[in-house]
């Protein structure tokens, strides 16, 4: 497979992997101490063959899983340290990875066109922010990060996966049915995601309830788990909806039909579409209150055919890598014993 191929079959590749995206940080409710973002945005987060990986980088590259976990984890706790921890690691050791790849490929003498980075940083914004540019660039400048940086940091990112199909290229070619198996297993994460569209019931308690009742957000996010906590008990959703909710929606027992994705916060959106029809969600938490939750019907984007040449490789390199991702993990250990790295976070 020539290289440019892998390149662009590659950029296609990823959109399988996307990660849910951003919320404004919400204002917080008395209770666990919170963290004030993913991860502090200056200074060194490790140090590879002499190269600095800054935090900025790993705040940015973080700031999706974070801006979920914030969302569903309204008093924080352990379950939301752990899983952001694992997260954090989980960055650094990507980029960690890429610094040591980045040379190899450089031996190579190989660039990547400008074109194919910028079809990444699209799909980026397409499916971890709902297409919204203006939140991305705003995650940018949150984090430090210039879009000259940013180019260099998805430049590195397709850099890393050119070096993983380098390794496969050699491989046996799979069979139809192997082929056909693995697009079964990946056909829904290639989805056009933004035409995705979300049926579903809620009830929103808001930070502050504006009726003059004395409250304060512990008070109404107590209000919405003691929901949850019915709901969950069998009591009816439309019921408690009507008499609790602080939305236009409350009167029609807080359902909401045939929502577009994109009409949605992008984190709001993803926490939706990986929940089980019928299961109670939440209290899930925005800067403008608590919300419960429970998905009536989920219609996906389109996927690709498999027909598509594009796709069709990008299915293929999938199996191939699978059958020798032995020889590849052995390829970066090696390199990880070879290397000098210095972790600071």
């Known amino acids: 497979m020539k290289l440019q191929t892998i390149f662009t079959t590659l950029c296609l590749a ?16 008395p209770g666990p101490a919170r963290p004030s973002g993913p991860i502090e945005v200056n200074g060194p987060a490790a140090k590879v063959n002499g190269r600095i990986i800054t935090k900025s980088q790993v705040s940015f590259l973080l700031a999706p899983v974070y801006a979920q976990l914030m969302a569903q984890f309204p008093r924080r706790g352990a ?17 960690i ?21 910028r079809e990444e940083i699209d799909r980026q914004v397409r499916d971890l922010y709902n297409g919204d540019e203006a939140k991305f660039l705003d995650e940018l400048k949150k984090n430090r990060l210039t ?5 260099k940091m998805t430049e590195e990112k397709l850099v890393v996966q050119a070096m993983r199909a380098k390794h496969i290229a050699d491989a046996p070619p799979p069979l139809p049915n192997e082929v056909a198996k693995e697009y079964a297993e990946i056909k829904g994460s290639l989805r056009d995601i933004s035409k995705d569209v979300l049926s579903f019931q809620k009830i ?17 996010l107590a209000i919405a788990e003691d929901l949850v906590t019915q709901l969950q008990a069998g009591k009816d959703f439309a019921e408690l909806a009507k008499a609790h909710s602080k939305d236009a929606f409350a ?19 993803s926490i939706l579409s990986d929940a089980e029809i019928g299961k109670v969600l939440g209290p899930l938490e925005d800067p403008q209150g ?14 690709p055919s498999l027909s598509d040449e594009k796709v069709q490789e990008m299915v293929e390199d999938r199996v191939r890598r699978k059958k020798t991702a032995g020889e590849y993990d052995r390829w970066i ?5 070879r290397a000098l790295i210095v972790r600071f976070i």
């Open 97 to 117: 990875d890429r610094e040591i790849i980045l040379d190899e490929f450089k031996q190579i003498g190989a660039s990547i066109k400008p074109s194919i980075i």
């Open 290 to 303: 608590f919300t419960v939750v429970k998905v009536i019907k989920k219609v996906p984007g389109p996927s």
């Open 333 to 337: 250990q090696s390199k990880r014993k």
């Open 204 to 220: 929103f308690i808001p930070r502050s309830d504006s009726s003059g009742a004395i409250s304060t957000p512990e008070s109404q």
């Open 79 to 95: 379950e939301f340290e752990r899983i952001l921890k694992e997260s954090r690691n989980k960055v650094l050791d990507e980029l």
């Open 147 to 151: 879009m000259d940086g940013y180019k």
């Open 14 to 29: 990823a959109s399988a992997h996307a990660e849910p995206q951003q919320l404004p940080v919400p204002q917080p409710v």
């Open 251 to 269: 009167e029609s027992g807080g359902i909401q039909n045939n929502v577009p994705r994109i009409e949605l916060s992008p984190e709001f959106a």
